[in-house]
């Protein structure tokens, strides 16, 4: 076993044996949900809660489907429907939680430094599904995974990241995977959406066409309206597309080769076109999503394989 932590809460510490232990794990879990049979029997007797203080499709989905298809009983908590809109506490709510004797608490916050402030505070495993602006660390390894499938190695890779990168904890996590794997990431976006992003290493990109230029991967990002408190930092929906959306005809600056990938909602118009998002020349968003399941049964089957040793 080479991930021996109770929680998963950041790429930022995982070494690049961690990193790919969740890796090949996934793929032996891909091979599972491409059976007959998606079933294994490593939670069974186990139960997992996702506590979601914000909204998701594939997040929490695959979550519960990757808890089910490893036998566990897998029960899904909506903040909004809770007793944290009568004032209950964060850490109350999910001590109640653990308390029905959970063994692991998948959070999704609106707080940054949520996942890691409830993990020192819970003898349950906690996975970070999500903690404001910070970090996503599922969707890293998963990202990670749909590179290596479609590129057969992670080795000489160029990753460009595209849009919002400030306010992503998409962004965050990726970089921290990606630089310890030794790929190069480049970003690119609206100056005040890539505030302080100099401090990650990565080359910070000033056009489109040199964001696309030699580069093996497209990350596309979405406007994280959501985190932003004052106005958008841009004059109109349209010129941000203009210049900052990946559209049929930028992609002439793009290699050959190339695959665009998204974690989703993706926003079509804005930061990508459909003609691109859609392009089986190129498209690996869907990818993505399924490789999200096999990426979180590895992630509950080692938190809980830990726990056992
Ligand atoms: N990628 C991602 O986190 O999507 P959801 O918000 O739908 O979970």
Same mark, same amino acid.
């Given at each position: 076993?080479?991930?021996?932590? +109770?929680?998963?809460?950041?790429?930022?510490?995982?070494?690049?044996?961690?990193?790919?232990?969740?890796?090949?794990?996934?793929?032996?879990?891909?091979?599972?949900?491409?059976?007959?049979?998606? +079933?294994?029997?490593? !939670?069974?007797?186990?139960?997992?809660?996702?506590?979601?203080?914000?909204?998701?499709? %594939?997040?929490?989905?695959?979550?519960?489907?990757?808890?089910? $298809?490893?036998?566990?009983?897998?029960?899904?908590?909506?903040?909004?429907?809770?007793?944290?809109?009568?004032?209950?506490?964060?850490?109350?709510?999910?001590?109640?939680?653990?308390?029905?004797?959970?063994?692991?608490?998948?959070?999704?916050?609106?707080?940054? =430094?949520?996942?890691?402030?409830?993990?020192?505070?819970?003898?349950?495993?906690?996975?970070?599904?999500?903690d404001g602006l910070n970090e996503h660390p599922s969707q890293a390894l998963l990202d990670l995974l749909t590179i290596l499938e479609a590129k057969g190695s992670l080795e000489n890779l160029t990753v460009a990241i595209?849009?919002?990168?400030?306010?992503? /904890?998409?962004? %965050?996590?990726?970089?921290?995977?990606? +630089?310890? #794997?030794?790929?190069?990431?480049? #970003?690119? =976006?609206?100056? @005040?959406?890539?505030? *302080?992003?100099?401090?990650? =290493?990565?080359?910070?990109?000033?056009? @489109?066409?040199?964001?696309?230029?030699?580069?093996?991967?497209?990350?596309?990002? /979405?406007?994280?309206?959501? %985190?932003?408190?004052?106005?958008?930092?841009?004059?109109?929906?349209?010129?941000?597309?203009?210049?900052?959306? !990946?559209?049929?005809?930028?992609?002439?600056?793009?290699?050959?080769?190339?695959?665009?990938?998204?974690?989703?909602?993706?926003? $079509?118009?804005?930061?990508?076109?459909?003609?691109?998002?859609?392009?089986? $020349?190129?498209?690996?968003? !869907?990818?993505?999503?399924?490789? *999200?399941?096999?990426? $979180?049964?590895?992630?509950?089957?080692? !938190?809980?394989?830990? +726990?056992? *040793?």
């Open positions: 076993m080479s991930y021996t932590k +109770k929680d998963l809460i950041t790429t930022s510490n995982l070494t690049k044996d961690e990193i790919y232990h969740f890796l090949n794990l996934a793929k032996e879990f891909k091979a599972l949900n491409n059976s007959d049979v998606k +079933k294994a029997k490593s !939670l069974y007797g186990k139960t997992t809660v996702n506590a979601f203080f914000e909204n998701s499709t %594939r997040t929490r989905t695959s979550f519960e489907i990757a808890a089910k $298809r490893l036998g566990a009983d897998a029960i899904n908590f909506s903040a909004s429907q809770s007793s944290a809109k009568k004032g209950e506490t964060l850490l109350d709510t999910i001590n109640n939680i653990v308390a029905m004797k959970t063994d692991i608490v998948v959070l999704r916050h609106y707080s940054s =430094g949520a996942a890691k402030f409830v993990a020192a505070n819970t003898d349950a495993h906690v996975v970070n599904a999500g595209i849009g919002d990168i400030f306010h992503s /904890r998409v962004a %965050r996590s990726d970089i921290y995977a990606m +630089k310890t #794997l030794g790929i190069q990431v480049k #970003l690119f =976006g609206p100056p @005040m959406m890539l505030t *302080g992003m100099e401090a990650f =290493g990565c080359k910070i990109c000033k056009s @489109m066409q040199e964001a696309l230029e030699d580069t093996d991967v497209i990350i596309m990002l /979405r406007i994280q309206l959501e %985190r932003q408190d004052d106005e958008v930092p841009f004059p109109s929906v349209r010129e941000y597309s203009n210049f900052f959306g !990946l559209t049929k005809a930028k992609m002439k600056f793009a290699k050959e080769g190339v695959i665009i990938m998204h974690p989703g909602p993706i926003n $079509r118009g804005v930061e990508i076109n459909s003609d691109v998002a859609d392009d089986p $020349r190129y498209t690996h968003i !869907l990818n993505q999503v399924e490789n *999200g399941v096999a990426v $979180r049964m590895a992630i509950l089957h080692t !938190l809980i394989s830990n +726990k056992q *040793g």
